[in-house]
């Protein structure tokens, strides 16, 4: 599979911002563009998906 690099602006301390760079890029390695698409979608439109999700992840 093909690498591509890209440029990027994340908000936060720096510290915060690698870390948020860090996580992105281990969830586009294990999950495809399609289930991504659908994550962000998720994210964006369903503010009670993501609070369930934080609580079962306990942050």
Avoid: C, N
Wanted: glycine content about 6%; overall charge positive; aromatic content about 6%.
């Amino acid at each position: 599979m093909s690498k591509y690099k890209f440029t990027i602006t994340i908000s936060g301390t720096e510290q915060e911002a690698t870390e948020k760079a860090r996580g992105i890029a281990v969830i586009a390695s294990h999950l495809d563009a399609k289930t991504i698409t659908a994550l962000a979608k998720v994210i964006q439109t369903d503010p009670s998906k993501v609070a369930l999700a934080k609580g079962f992840l306990g942050i």
